[in-house]
């Protein structure tokens, strides 16, 4: 009888120890996966949980949850978040195609209607210095046309130390006097202004407006007087001018 009960409690010893080893393989696969791919809340909640299994008082695992949290927050504005945002926007503006793109190439006219575009100097046919302003404070970036077709597209590339955007606007007759302007954008932010403006998506709201702010301008102005809009009628091809403006 003593044998048997002996058994039993050995096989039930045996049982609960496999079963615990189960669950902390479980629970290890699930915390890593918390911290590879959780957020900064969840990420949080586990400090909390740990500091509690670790005998710390409800006080502490509270300042461990908060803690943990916010620099998981701060590590995805400074430094984890490296992927570029996408744009995609697109705006029907009731004028003939060739209005629209030559209105568009006058880059130094932005600042009179684009609310947050401060400056615009066209050093070159190809080469631009902007100036714009983002949050309370104004940033300045370089951008390099290298490829223009008229009335077709612009595609550019920049450069700056507090972020830059890449991409590509092009023009689409729907009619001889309606045209769709889509423009993708490949936006790399920087700095602290640029990564939490990222974070709510801000860029792409300001993308839309300033779209608007375009059509306005164009259906309000460059019609009523559209002889003197003169555009710039080159190609640019690889960076390089291969023929002038008319």
Same mark, same amino acid.
């Given at each position: 009888? +003593?044998?048997?009960?002996?058994?039993?409690?050995?096989?039930?010893? !045996?049982?609960?120890?496999?079963?615990?080893?189960?669950?902390?393989?479980?629970?290890?696969?699930?915390?890593?996966?918390?911290?590879?791919?959780?957020?900064?809340?969840?990420? $949080?909640?586990?400090?909390?949980?740990?500091?509690?299994?670790?005998?710390?008082?409800?006080?502490?695992?509270?300042?461990?949850?908060? !803690?943990?949290?916010?620099?998981?927050?701060?590590?995805?504005?400074?430094?984890?978040?490296?992927?570029?945002?996408?744009?995609?926007?697109?705006?029907?503006?009731?004028?003939?195609?060739?209005?629209?793109?030559?209105?568009?190439?006058?880059?130094?006219?932005?600042?009179?209607?684009?609310?947050?575009?401060?400056?615009?100097?066209?050093?070159?046919?190809?080469?631009?210095?902007?100036?714009?302003?983002?949050? !309370?404070? /104004?940033?300045?970036?370089? +951008?390099?046309?290298?490829?223009?077709?008229?009335?077709?597209? #612009?595609?550019?590339? /920049?450069? $700056? /130390?507090?972020?830059?955007?890449?991409?590509?606007?092009?023009?689409?007759?729907?009619?001889?006097?309606?045209?769709?302007?889509?423009?993708?954008?490949?936006?790399?932010?920087?700095?602290?202004?640029?990564?939490?403006?990222?974070?709510?998506?801000?860029?792409?709201?300001?993308?839309?407006?300033?779209?608007?702010?375009?059509?306005?301008?164009?259906?309000?102005? +460059?019609?009523?007087?559209?002889?003197?809009?003169?555009?710039?009628?080159?190609? #640019?091809?690889?960076?390089? #001018?291969?023929?002038?403006?008319?």
């Amino acid at each position: 009888m +003593s044998f048997r009960l002996g058994l039993r409690k050995a096989i039930a010893a !045996w049982t609960i120890r496999r079963i615990v080893r189960r669950l902390e393989r479980a629970v290890r696969r699930l915390v890593a996966r918390v911290e590879e791919r959780g957020g900064p809340l969840l990420k $949080g909640v586990l400090a909390g949980v740990r500091a509690l299994y670790g005998g710390k008082s409800p006080l502490r695992a509270l300042l461990s949850f908060g !803690w943990t949290a916010l620099k998981e927050v701060l590590a995805r504005i400074f430094g984890r978040n490296r992927k570029p945002t996408n744009i995609v926007e697109q705006i029907d503006v009731g004028a003939p195609c060739r209005l629209v793109y030559d209105q568009w190439t006058r880059f130094e006219d932005f600042p009179s209607f684009m609310k947050k575009v401060e400056s615009v100097e066209q050093v070159s046919d190809e080469k631009l210095n902007w100036k714009a302003k983002v949050f !309370w404070s /104004s940033r300045t970036w370089e +951008s390099t046309i290298v490829e223009q077709v008229p009335d077709e597209h #612009i595609v550019w590339r /920049s450069k $700056g /130390s507090k972020g830059h955007v890449d991409g590509t606007v092009s023009f689409h007759e729907l009619s001889p006097d309606l045209t769709r302007v889509l423009l993708v954008l490949e936006y790399h932010p920087r700095g602290l202004f640029e990564r939490v403006g990222n974070l709510w998506r801000a860029q792409g709201r300001r993308v839309r407006l300033e779209l608007k702010h375009f059509r306005r301008h164009v259906m309000t102005q +460059s019609l009523a007087r559209p002889d003197e809009v003169e555009g710039w009628r080159g190609e #640019i091809r690889d960076g390089e #001018i291969v023929t002038t403006s008319e």
